[in-house]
């Protein structure tokens, strides 16, 4: 089957995100080395870092979208690490069940398995559902290269500020907006030939690809997102470490940050 993301109206979307990710999900850590050429670890390993989990003691983290783990096992290990951590917890939550079914395996190799640490699932970032995820309950809230994926971003941004204590962070890493315009032709270049073909041969899925490529595309620039950010509650002021966002490889991704007040 083939489908042209631009021309899915906005209520399939997410069917369509569901499927694309099923087809991908066994592949899906393979395949984000693949496309990115490993650089996906190094903005991940950043992005976590840059918010210090454990350094003010233990904190209840959210991490949405979540897929196979990749933040939730960076936050419990730095935790671990750096500050002697193992009481930070991360609930694990993505609307694909066979991303989470990778996760779960995973985590099943580390030493987060069976502990109160970790746990995985299954909801949707647009309405978490205030009985299992009540209002006010965590310090941290994450979401990686996720949230490009929702059909609609207030709706996101409005669940994290619900779930999140006053106080407690909103950290958001996703691609973005490149400002040099030679980088950026060499990126569309790059993004647009080469990933769907990369997806092909290495997932055998093409299609999967070329969805995420152009998701890539539709999401709204720094400023903008930054303004989506403060118009939920979110304060991107002084008082948020880093300042409301930090590119990363010229914009290539960037992490946007805000308090909850
Ligand atoms: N955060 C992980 C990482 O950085 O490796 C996974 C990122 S993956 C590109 C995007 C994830 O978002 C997929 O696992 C997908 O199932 C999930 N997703 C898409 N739409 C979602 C939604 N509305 N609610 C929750 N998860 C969603």
């Known amino acids: 089957t083939s489908f042209g993301y631009k021309t899915v109206p906005e209520d399939m979307k997410e069917s369509l995100v569901r499927n694309v990710f099923d087809s991908v999900a066994s592949r899906y850590d393979l395949m984000n080395d693949v496309t990115s050429m490993g650089v996906h670890r190094l903005w991940k390993d950043s992005f976590v870092s840059s918010l210090k989990p454990g350094k003010k003691g233990p904190l209840k983290c959210i991490d949405v979208a979540g897929g196979t783990g990749d933040i939730a096992l960076r936050i419990l290990d730095h935790a671990k690490d750096n500050y002697y951590d193992r009481e930070t917890t991360v609930d694990v939550v993505d609307i694909n069940a066979q991303m989470l079914k990778e996760g779960f395996k995973r985590f099943k190799l580390t030493m987060y398995h069976n502990t109160p640490q970790i ?143």
Request: net charge negative.
């Open 119 to 261: 746990a995985f699932h299954e909801a949707n970032a647009q309405d978490l559902g205030s009985e299992k995820f009540s209002d006010n309950s965590y310090d941290l809230y994450t979401i990686a290269f996720g949230i490009r994926n929702c059909t609609s971003i207030p709706d996101v941004l409005k669940e994290a500020y619900r779930v999140l204590k006053p106080g407690g962070t909103f950290a958001c890493l996703e691609f973005s907006k490149i400002e040099n315009p030679v980088l950026s032709t060499l990126y569309d270049t790059y993004s647009f030939s080469a990933i769907p073909i990369l997806g092909s041969i290495f997932a055998g899925d093409r299609e999967s690809y070329q969805y995420l490529v152009e998701s890539i595309r539709k999401f709204p620039p720094q400023p903008e997102f930054a303004q989506m950010i403060r118009d939920a509650g979110f304060s991107t002021g002084p008082n948020v470490d880093g300042g409301a966002w930090a590119d990363m490889w010229g914009g290539i991704a960037s992490v946007h940050k805000g308090v909850k007040l």
